[in-house]
């Protein structure tokens, strides 16, 4: 299955604080770990919302709404996406990541639908 695992966002990560250079090498192992297992299939850190921008759909309108986005737990700061064998599989995967932020965070795990789920459609 493939799952995304999503690294939330926090107030230093919003600030476009940007990791130790203790923290960028733990992440890296991490991330040669995955690579080597076959697990990771891509991984990226994302700019703080400040820089970034919405497009709010409404019937046939578009409407561009510019960065900052409020309440960074509800932002993402980064991502994963990951081929594993079972949501507990990427469970085990996460708790052996370095803390990738200054403070408490969370990390995230959504799997992906696979084809047989809309096999009733």
């Known amino acids: 299955m493939k799952c995304m695992v999503i690294v939330k966002a926090s107030k230093d990560s919003e600030k476009g604080t940007m990791p130790s250079a203790e923290l960028l090498t733990a992440m890296g192992q ?18 703080p919302t400040s820089q970034g921008k ?26 994963w996406l990951w081929q594993v064998s079972s949501l507990d599989e990427a469970v085990e995967w996460v708790k052996r990541c370095p803390n990738p932020m200054l403070e408490d965070s969370d990390i995230e795990i959504r799997p992906e639908y696979e084809e047989a789920d809309f096999a009733a459609y």
């Open 30 to 47: 991490y991330n040669d770990e995955l690579i080597n297992a076959g697990i990771m299939l891509v991984g990226a850190g994302l700019k």
């Open 54 to 79: 919405r497009v709010r759909f409404s019937g046939t309108q578009r409407t561009v709404i510019d960065g900052p986005f409020l309440e960074p737990e509800d932002q993402i700061a980064g991502y």
